[in-house]
Each structure stands twice: as C-alpha cells, then as structure tokens.
C-alpha cells in the first residue's frame, strides 16, 4: 500500500496503518498539499514515522503553486519505483490532493497494469447536495485536474463520500480513552488532538449537521477510512458501483452499473469503528521522544 498523507486525521489515518501490519504491506507515503502545505505534512509525517520508530521516509510532493503533472517530484519518481518494482499489484490511497499519483501516471502510465485500486475519500452523493459542494469534494477540488485525471484512469477506484465519514465521531470520550495510552505515538499528540475535537466539535454541526447519517460530538476522522477499508473491510456496509467524472470544473457521481468507481456507503457498526480506531491508535508504541 502506498499512502498519500496531509493533517490531524491524516496521522491518525498513519497510525491506523502502522498498526495494520499483519495485514496491510505499508510500502510508503508521499506528502501533498491539502487542509496543509506540503512542507508542513512533510514534516509531520517525518516526525511522527520518527516517533514510531518505522524505517519508512516520506517522499516529498508537489505544491499548490506547483502541480504540473509531467513534472517529476520526489514523490512522483517514488510512486513510479515502488509500483514498478512490486511483486504484486498496489493499492495506492489518497488522502490529500489526488497530485502526486496523477503526476506518476503521467510520466509513467505502464504503473496502471499494477496498481490493484486507487482509495480516495470525498464526494457528496446527496440530490441536492446538503452542503457546500467545496466542502465534502475538498480534497478532489484542490487539483481538478488530477482528480479528472484519476478519475478517467482505467483503474478500480473505491470512493468515501461524505455519507460515511461522517457516522462516526471522534469526541471527548476518544479523547480521554487516549489519555490512558501513555506509551503510544498518539498519547506523543494528545494536546494536539485535543485541540483538534474541541475546535472542529462546533464546525463539523454547522457545515454537516444537516445530512442524516450526522454523528456529533467531535471531528470526522476523514482520512482514516480508506486506510481502515484495507485492514479491516468487515467494518463496511453496503457499496454499489458508481460513475465519477469531472465535468467542466465540477465534480459529477452517479450510480452505474458498469462504472468503474466502488461507492462505499456504509458502516456496519459506527461505535465499533471509532473503538477499533482508538485501539489501533494505543498501540502504536513511542519508540523515539
């Protein structure tokens, strides 16, 4: 599995996949722009793999103000390498701006025979959307043009949309559970993650309070559910096939019985979600401080 990675939730979606191991290959991640410049998920990524004590490297990817797609990066040269050199196809996740892995498949298409699927969360499947389209699509509107790119790419593609990520809450019961982890990478980021479910608790009700899968209580750990579809699919509910495609600026998802994208609508069980994700999280061990 490859990992393209951004913020809070995008550690915790880390976190998640170190813990994974027994189950989910974690061949490497690339840092992109999103919620977060690059040079700042770079470092986050750097340090927080540190603190884990893992031999992986980030890979350092392309910019808001500098997004060419034939233009190679780190990350691109990495994608490209890693892909190419594995054994068996990859799974390549999409956490933050779809750039990164649409730069590597444009300078080197061959890497499509062996990428397995492509992960990404976003879209709003709502009719009419609930919200501000922006803010259920962020991550696939920060380069439209890669998102257009993926999403034409003859690769299986497993989309989250808004519906499912936001049934279960990260909320201060989470929180303290984590107090109790005191060895762990996350208790490292306790303050960290505390700021987080206190400031986006009020934020998360005014931009999403409206849909009815709304959990409250917290903040959403986005970026945590297609890492989470990896290791542990039994969490998932229902999924149905679907269309994505970006028409003229604007993203458009439709079901379609041949589409070739896989709509992930559901979680079995929310509760057993979030407590899956804080057990995953205590057991990450703080290796270096």
């Known amino acids: 599995m490859l990992l393209k990675i951004g913020d809070v939730d995008d550690d915790l979606s880390i976190l998640w996949t170190l813990a994974s191991n027994s189950s989910v290959h974690f061949l490497g991640l690339t840092a992109t722009f999103g919620n977060s410049v690059t040079q700042r998920t770079f470092h986050d ?37 890693t892909i190419l ?25 061959s890497i499509a025979n062996n990428i397995k699927q492509i992960l990404l969360n976003g879209g709003d499947i709502s009719n009419p959307p609930f919200a501000e389209l922006l803010k259920s699509t962020i991550n696939f509107y920060f380069d439209i043009e890669a998102t257009s ?23 201060k019961t989470q929180v303290q559970q984590l107090s109790q982890c005191n060895n762990s990478v996350a208790y490292a980021s306790l303050d960290r993650i505390t700021k987080h479910q206190q400031m986006e608790e009020t934020k998360m009700y005014e931009n999403f309070g409206q849909y009815p899968e709304f959990t409250p209580g917290g903040f959403f750990p986005w970026d945590v559910y297609p890492s989470a579809y990896l290791s542990n699919p039994e969490l998932y509910g229902l999924s149905v096939p679907y269309n994505a495609t970006v028409d003229h600026g604007v993203i458009k998802m439709y079901p379609d019985p041949t589409g070739d994208c896989k709509m992930v609508l559901s979680l079995t069980d929310s509760q057993k979600f979030i407590e899956t994700l804080v057990a995953k999280l205590c057991s990450v061990p703080l290796v270096n401080s």
Do not use: H, W
Request: proline residues 8%; aromatic residues 10%; contains cysteine.
């Open 85 to 109: 050199a594995s054994n068996e196809p990859v799974t390549v996740v999409c956490i933050g701006a779809t750039t990164n892995l649409a730069a590597a498949l444009t300078q080197e298409p």
């Open 149 to 171: 790119f993926l999403f034409s790419a003859p690769i299986p593609k497993v989309i989250f949309p808004i519906q499912v990520m936001i049934q279960s809450a990260f909320t």
């Open 45 to 81: 990524a750097t340090e927080l793999l540190y603190e884990a004590g893992s031999s992986l490297t980030p890979q350092y990817g392309a910019n808001y103000f500098k997004r060419d797609l034939s233009t190679p990066t780190n990350a691109s040269r990495f994608i490209i390498d």
